[in-house]
């Protein structure tokens, strides 16, 4: 079994993504891993170049600037990374989503055990959403709680925004993978960036989306969907959580008061704890 890791960043040290931290986290899973690296402002290069292991390899690309619709630049450079994949699975992580030290075995096991099931062709992870700092998860069924980040290198698939996999089956219509659950976790550290860096990341991503940059606040999220994590991080991660480039402290506000999405979104919380349903999107379609 040959596994390949891919992902794709531009800017990633400007816009505070712990890209590095990520790599290092799958490296130890992946046989290869594969990065389309955009032309960047910062030193997004010379600090992949120093991951300095052979497994790392390195292709430089081109955005193109004119490409502003839901954000298909991002497509665009997913793919030019997974089509240079050669392993019988391509691993995406994007540039703030990491792998836990005490989930690698489970993670490789599960792999290995759905190679040569022709009926899994994707392998989903449960998700840690982390948002304001490292203490607090998002747990709202607005998002993903679950999600696709193993393809089989086989199939054909597409990614149309760079977030999900589809494929595409006979010439037909596309559609989500068919999974099975790997048992393990991804951590997500989007929202953990300090605010300084996840306003410049509006300003400089917000156009590729067709969208005029927004301000960021982490007042604006619902406590209602907030759960204080009790597990440990990625060994990883200790030095970047404890870096400038993180949010270190907050704590939901039991005063907020809910917009008309939020309301929403706490609805289909209640719905769910009725009904015993989880309703929360699903980009996959499980069949193990």
Known sequence: MKVSGFTFIRNGNILGYPFVESIRSA????????????????????????????????IQTTWNEKMVDRGFVYGQQKMIAQFNCTGDWAFYLEGDELLHENELDTLRAAMRRYLDDPEVEALAFDYYHFYGC????????????????????????????GLFFVVMDKNKKGRYPRAAMTGTHIYHYGAVR???????????????????????????????????????????????????????????????????????????????????????KKHFKRVK
């Not at 955009?38 to 790392?56: H, Y």
């Not at 067709?210 to 999220?221: I, R, T």
């Open 194 to 280: 300090s605010v300084a860096k996840m306003n410049e990341k509006n300003q400089r991503v917000a156009k590729y989306w067709g969208k005029q940059p927004a301000v960021f606040s982490y007042a604006d999220g619902d406590p209602f969907e907030m759960e204080r994590f009790t597990g440990t991080h990625p060994a990883v991660m200790r030095d970047w959580l404890a870096s400038d480039a993180a949010e270190q402290h907050y704590t939901p506000d039991p005063d907020h008061v809910p917009d008309m999405r939020q309301r929403r979104h706490r609805w289909r919380m209640q719905l769910e704890r009725i009904l015993g349903m989880d309703l929360s």
């Open 27 to 58: 490296l130890p899973v992946c046989d290869e891993f594969v990065v389309a690296v955009g032309a960047s402002d910062d030193d997004t290069l010379q600090a992949l170049q120093a991951i300095n292991d052979p497994k790392l390899r390195i």
């Open 134 to 161: 490292a203490d607090w998860i998002a747990v709202g069924a607005a998002g993903y709680r679950q999600a696709p980040r193993i393809i089989r290198n086989s199939i054909r698939s597409i990614a149309p925004d």
